[in-house]
């Protein structure tokens, strides 16, 4: 089973995490920028954190035989601190950026006025620089949030395909299933989504256009889960293939669309029928060799 977490916060985890996940069969991995759990005080914060899920992450995944790939953003929560605004005015350089496969985590958490600016100025940047948007919808009223961000984004003229509305549940899948954006899923230990109900969703609506990610952070959070929801999708009687299309070829598909998407010898001999997986075009987007060092650390302890 080959798997890409096209929603994984790196940065959060540990080298044992990178370890246990190449094992389990994770070999692509898409890195959004996100809230570091305690408010930022300023933008050069913000480029410090850029800078190392750009550079520093990308060798430290490839240790491991991880390809690593990130999204840019101001998230929806530090979008209300006025400290943070300036932000937006560093996102056209970093959206520059081999590796940077999509402007996100966007959208809402509380649905402020503040949110609903940079989420269109951003959903904007996405089209400008002509990459994909992934956004985050909020943990509260989530059914008004879906519905307003599909409102957003249908107004900001970005093509609907090149779109993923993230942490969706049973209750606001139905709603993005029509809209054309493509659906994504965060699987949690309790809450949001388990593998189970996962399944049932994939019974209800179908593999396409489905994204199934750990969402993995600083918070209670488990990045094999991924892999967990495949073993479900098996014993539920769906086939290899329709898992490989699940945790594989949909976050390839869609994350490809920036043209960056660099899989370059990332091994895909299992794949049901042989090939599948191709990636894009361009960029060297974690493409850091095994060995060596980033900024003179070689990531190991104690010696060579």
């Not at 409102?151 to 395909?161: K, R, T």
């Not at 049932?200 to 593999?207: A, H, N, S, V």
Request: negative net charge; contains cysteine; hydrophobic residues 40%.
């Amino acid at each position: 089973m080959r798997i890409f977490d096209p929603h994984i916060h790196m940065t959060s985890r540990t080298t044992d995490d990178y370890e246990r996940m190449a094992a389990a069969g994770v070999r692509a991995v898409v890195e959004p920028a996100f809230w570091l759990g305690q408010p930022r005080t300023s933008p050069d914060s913000f480029a410090d954190y850029f800078d190392s899920i750009i550079g520093w992450e990308p060798f430290r995944a490839a240790q491991f035989g991880v390809r690593h790939h990130a999204t840019i953003a101001l998230n929806p929560k530090e979008a209300n601190d006025p400290r943070c605004r300036p932000v937006l005015d560093l996102l056209p350089r970093y959206l520059e950026k081999d590796g940077v496969v999509a402007v996100g985590e966007i959208g809402y958490d509380s649905m402020t006025p503040a949110e609903d600016e940079a989420f269109a100025a951003q959903l904007a940047l996405a089209v400008d620089h002509e990459l994909p948007a992934m956004v985050h919808t909020p943990h509260r009223d989530k059914a008004r949030g879906v519905e307003r961000s599909l409102a957003v984004v249908a107004e900001s003229g970005i093509d609907p395909g090149r779109v993923v509305l993230d942490h969706l549940n049973e209750v606001t899948a139905g709603l993005v299933r029509d809209s054309g954006c493509w659906l994504g899923f965060s699987i949690y230990p309790d809450t949001k989504m388990s593998p189970p109900r996962m399944v049932e969703l994939l019974r209800l609506y179908g593999t396409e256009r489905m994204l199934v990610n750990s969402a993995a952070d600083w918070g209670r959070s488990d990045p094999l889960l991924t892999r967990a929801t495949g073993e479900a999708m098996l014993l539920a009687g769906f086939t290899a293939d329709d898992v490989d299309r699940v945790l594989w070829r949909n976050p390839v598909e869609f994350y490809a669309q920036s043209g960056r998407l660099d899989l370059t010898g990332v091994d895909d001999a299992d794949a049901p029928g042989g090939a599948g997986g191709q990636p894009g075009a361009g960029g060297a987007g974690g493409a850091a060799p095994a060995g060596g060092t980033f900024a003179g650390n070689s990531i190991l302890r104690g010696g060579s």
